[in-house]
C-alpha cells in the first residue's frame, strides 16, 4: 500500500441495504482498506416490544416474543413464560417439562442451519447456502404438524404446552434427525476442508474470553473460547428438563492461541452445538410419559390476573443468555413492566470492539459469525 | 481464586460500604440496594472481586411521580450467582454516573435506558438516539406518561373503532 493512501481516512455505510445486511447499517472509518473505526447502528427494525408488552395479557405477551426471533421461536417465547410461571406459582406438568425441552433443542438445531447457510452464503459458498436450508425444511415439517405453523408456534403456554406429540410428528421429527446426522460430516468436510474458507476465517475477528464477557458476550460466542458458560447446566431452569439426563457443554479451544477465538472456532463450535442438541432430544424422547397432563388445569385461572411481584425468566439460547425481567402490580391483567435481553444486542455492540484493524472484506464473515438476528436488538 | 457466592460477596461490599443492603432473591441470588451515589463503588468491587462475571443489563423501571428505579443485572457462572442491583432515582431529569468504562457491555444498555426513560448518565461517552427515531428524541416513550399511539388515534385523521355494546344493551 502507498503512503498517500494511509494519510486519508473515508467513511462508508454498510446497510441498510446491502442484501447481507439484514436490516442494520454499520458506520466504517476506513484506511486503505483496514477498519479504523467501527460505529454500529441499531433501530432501523425497532418495533417497542417492551411497551407493546405493557398492554397485551399475559397469555398474549409470548406471541410477541417469539415473533422477534422466529428461527428460534421455541425458545424466544420461553423466558416471558417462566417469568410469568414464577409469579403466578404454576406448577408445570412433568411430560410438559420434557416436551418443551425436546422442541427447545429442535428449535436450536433449526436455527444454527439457517446461520450456517446465512454465513456460507456471506463467504461466497453458495452450495453450502442452500444444503443447510433445505435439511432446515424437515424441522419445519415436524414443527407444522405439531402446532399448525412453521414459524410463530406459539407453542409453549404459562403452565405448560399447548399441544401433544402424535405418532406423525414423531415420525417426521425422527426423519429430521436422521438426515441431519447424516448431513452434518459433508457441511463439516465442505467448510472445514475447503482452502477458501480456512483462509478467510482462521485468525480473522479474534478475541479473548475475558474481554468478550465484559462486552457482555455469551452463548456459542463465550463457549468457543474455551469457556463453558451455559445457563442450561449453571442456572436450569425449573420447569425444563435438562437437569434429567446426563449431557455435555461443548467448548471449543484455540490451540494457537488458548482462551481466545476467531471465526472458524465459532463454527466449529456451533457444529458442535447442534451434536449436543441431537444428544439431548435422543435422550429424552424416550423419557415422554405415555399419558398424564400437558398443561397445569389452573393455568389459564391463573394466569389471567398475576399477583404483585417481580421475576427474572432465563434460558440459553442459540445465541446467549435470553431473558425477561417481568414487573407485576396486585392483580393486573398486563405487565407494569416487561425488559426484554437479547443476546445479539452485546453481539452487535462488541463489533466496536472486534472490528478495528480487520480488512473491510472480513467485515460481514465478521459480523456473520457472531451469529447476528435483528429481531434481538431492535426488538 | 475460589468461587465467592452470591451472599458473600454482598457482605464484603456491604462491610466496606454500609449504605447498601442486601435482600435475598431464590439459592445464590441476592438483591443489593444500593444509593445513588455508590453505584460505581459497588461495580467497581464486583469487577475485581469476581473474575469472570458477566454484565447482563441495565434499565430503567418508571414508578410515576418522576420516581425511577435502574435494575443491573450480573451473572458468575463459574459461582453460579446472580447479582441484582437497584438504585432508585427521583427527579423530572434523574442523573446517575455511568458504570460502562468497567463494563463496557453496559454502553449500549445506558444508551437505551438515557432514550426510553430520560435518565441521564453522567461521564458516558456516547449518548445519542440508539434504537428511537429523531422525531421521537425527548419523547422517553417508556415512562409511563408517554400518551401511545392508541391514545393518539384521534389526531391521524383514521377512523376509530367503534366502541362495544354495555352489557346488557342492544346494538
Redesign the interface.
Known amino acids: 500500500m502507498s503512503p498517500d493512501i494511509l494519510d486519508e481516512t473515508s467513511e462508508v455505510w454498510f446497510g441498510p441495504q446491502h442484501v447481507s445486511a439484514h436490516g442494520w447499517a454499520t458506520k466504517l472509518t476506513i484506511v486503505g482498506d483496514y477498519v479504523v473505526e467501527c460505529d454500529p447502528n441499531?433501530?432501523y427494525f425497532?418495533r417497542?416490544a417492551?411497551?407493546c408488552l405493557e398492554?397485551r395479557t399475559f397469555r398474549q405477551g409470548s406471541l410477541i416474543l417469539e415473533r422477534i426471533c422466529m428461527v428460534e421461536a421455541f425458545i424466544s417465547e420461553y423466558p416471558y413464560i417462566a417469568a410469568v410461571e414464577k409469579i403466578a406459582g404454576l406448577e408445570v406438568p412433568e411430560k410438559a417439562k420434557i416436551m418443551r425441552t425436546i422442541m427447545m433443542e429442535a428449535s436450536r438445531i433449526h436455527s444454527i442451519q439457517f446461520w450456517l447457510g446465512q454465513l456460507s452464503g456471506e463467504l461466497g459458498l453458495f452450495t453450502m447456502m442452500l444444503w443447510p436450508w433445505v435439511d432446515r425444511e424437515y424441522f419445519l415439517d415436524a414443527f407444522e404438524e405439531l402446532t399448525g405453523s412453521r414459524h410463530t408456534v406459539s407453542y409453549n403456554t404459562p403452565g405448560g404446552v399447548r399441544y401433544d406429540f402424535t405418532p406423525e410428528f414423531l415420525d417426521k421429527l425422527d426423519k429430521a434427525i436422521v438426515r441431519l446426522e447424516d448431513r452434518i460430516p459433508i457441511f463439516e468436510d465442505m467448510l472445514q476442508g475447503s482452502p477458501t474458507f480456512r483462509l478467510r476465517t482462521k485468525g480473522v475477528g479474534q478475541y479473548s474470553a475475558k474481554n468478550g464477557?465484559?462486552?457482555?458476550?455469551?452463548g456459542p460466542n463465550i463457549k468457543a473460547c474455551g469457556?463453558?458458560?451455559?445457563l442450561r447446566k449453571?442456572?436450569p431452569d425449573p420447569n425444563l428438563a435438562y437437569g434429567m439426563i446426563d449431557w455435555e457443554v461443548p467448548i471449543t479451544e484455540n490451540k494457537e492461541h488458548p482462551g481466545e477465538c476467531d471465526i472458524y472456532d465459532r463454527v466449529v463450535q456451533r457444529f458442535k452445538e447442534i451434536a449436543v442438541s441431537v444428544d439431548i432430544i435422543r435422550k429424552l424422547l424416550p423419557l415422554v410419559p405415555e399419558d398424564g397432563p400437558i398443561v397445569d388445569p389452573k393455568a389459564r385461572a391463573k394466569a389471567n390476573r398475576l399477583p404483585a411481584g417481580e421475576a427474572?425468566g432465563r434460558v440459553e439460547g442459540t445465541r446467549g443468555?435470553t431473558?425477561v425481567?417481568l414487573?407485576t402490580t396486585e392483580k393486573a391483567q398486563t405487565p407494569?413492566?416487561a425488559?426484554i435481553?437479547g443476546p445479539c444486542?452485546?453481539s452487535y455492540?462488541?463489533l466496536k470492539?472486534i472490528m478495528p484493524g480487520l480488512r473491510f472484506a472480513d467485515f460481514v464473515v465478521t459480523f456473520g459469525s457472531l451469529d447476528p438476528y435483528v429481531g434481538w436488538?431492535?426488538r | 481464586m475460589s468461587e465467592m457466592s452470591a451472599s458473600t460477596l454482598a457482605r464484603n461490599i456491604i462491610n466496606k460500604i454500609p449504605e447498601v443492603e442486601s435482600v435475598p432473591l431464590e439459592v445464590n441470588k441476592v438483591e443489593l440496594r444500593v444509593p445513588a451515589s455508590k453505584i460505581r463503588d459497588v461495580v467497581t468491587m464486583i469487577d475485581e472481586m469476581v473474575p469472570d462475571v458477566l454484565p447482563e443489563m441495565v434499565f430503567g423501571v418508571d414508578l410515576q411521580d418522576d420516581k425511577y428505579e435502574l435494575i443491573y443485572i450480573f451473572w458468575s457462572y463459574r459461582a453460579r450467582a446472580l447479582w441484582q442491583l437497584r438504585v432508585s432515582l427521583e427527579g423530572k431529569e434523574p442523573e446517575i454516573e455511568t458504570v460502562c468504562d468497567i463494563f463496557p457491555g453496559l454502553e449500549w444498555h445506558e444508551r437505551e435506558t438515557h432514550e426510553m426513560f430520560g435518565i441521564n448518565f453522567l461521564n458516558h461517552p456516547d449518548l445519542r438516539l440508539l434504537l428511537l427515531p429523531d422525531e421521537l428524541e425527548g419523547k422517553y416513550p417508556l415512562r409511563k406518561s408517554f400518551v401511545t399511539d392508541k391514545g393518539r388515534l384521534a389526531e391521524s385523521g383514521l377512523p376509530q373503532p367503534k366502541p362495544r355494546p354495555a352489557r346488557g344493551e342492544s346494538k
Open positions: 441499531a433501530g425497532h417497542s417492551e411497551k398492554f464477557i465484559k462486552w457482555g458476550l455469551s469457556v463453558p458458560m451455559d449453571d442456572d427474572y443468555v431473558a425481567w414487573k407494569y413492566r425488559k435481553r444486542f452485546n455492540y462488541s470492539h436488538w431492535d
